[in-house]
């Protein structure tokens, strides 16, 4: 099944389809295209917030640069739930660094390190649909004798 791509000029449009699924960490236009189209849209942090809950009752979040973490703050707080957001961490990290694991998870691990270990983290959200949590990463902070989990987007 391919993705479909569509403009939304008129509400004349004939929707053949029952949602829309947007797979980016800021839910962009999730509110604007539901009112255009009447039907349900859902981004990821607006599913994974409730989520989170069933393991941990508050979170922080990891996202590759700081400037991401103010955005997705925003994020969070528009769905009301800042009062859990412990935190926001960035890995400092260039996008050409993204592209390199060993880079990655050495960033990983040492933000991991620290929200759990600094902000009693028993979850932590990703601040990417793309960011992957290694078992490199995960091994290093089971060592140091914290559990956690992972709260993902979809991806």
């Given at each position: 099944?391919?993705?479909?791509t569509?403009m939304?000029?008129s509400?004349?449009?004939?929707?053949?389809f029952?949602?829309?699924l947007?797979?980016?960490?800021?839910?962009?236009a999730?509110?604007?295209?539901c009112?255009?189209t009447?039907?349900?849209?859902?981004?990821?942090?607006?599913i994974t917030?409730p989520?989170?809950?069933?393991?941990?009752p508050?979170?922080p979040?990891?996202?590759?640069?700081?400037?991401?973490s103010?955005?997705?703050?925003r994020?969070?707080?528009?769905?009301?739930?800042s009062?859990?957001?412990v935190?926001?961490?960035?890995l400092w990290?260039?996008y050409?660094?993204a592209?390199?694991e060993?880079?990655?998870n050495?960033?990983?691990?040492?933000q991991?390190k620290?929200?759990?270990?600094?902000?009693?983290?028993g979850a932590?959200?990703?601040?990417?649909?793309?960011m992957?949590?290694?078992?490199?990463?995960?091994?290093?902070?089971?060592v140091?004798?914290?559990s956690?989990?992972?709260?993902l987007?979809?991806?």
């Amino acid at each position: 099944m391919q993705a479909q791509t569509r403009m939304y000029r008129s509400s004349a449009f004939r929707y053949d389809f029952d949602v829309i699924l947007i797979d980016c960490i800021f839910d962009p236009a999730v509110d604007a295209l539901c009112e255009e189209t009447g039907i349900p849209i859902f981004g990821p942090t607006q599913i994974t917030l409730p989520l989170i809950f069933l393991v941990a009752p508050n979170f922080p979040i990891i996202t590759r640069i700081e400037r991401q973490s103010t955005l997705l703050a925003r994020v969070v707080r528009k769905y009301k739930h800042s009062d859990t957001l412990v935190s926001t961490c960035a890995l400092w990290i260039s996008y050409g660094e993204a592209m390199e694991e060993n880079i990655v998870n050495e960033a990983m691990i040492r933000q991991f390190k620290l929200v759990v270990e600094e902000d009693h983290a028993g979850a932590v959200m990703m601040g990417s649909t793309a960011m992957a949590l290694a078992d490199e990463v995960a091994a290093a902070v089971l060592v140091c004798r914290c559990s956690f989990q992972a709260c993902l987007p979809l991806e």
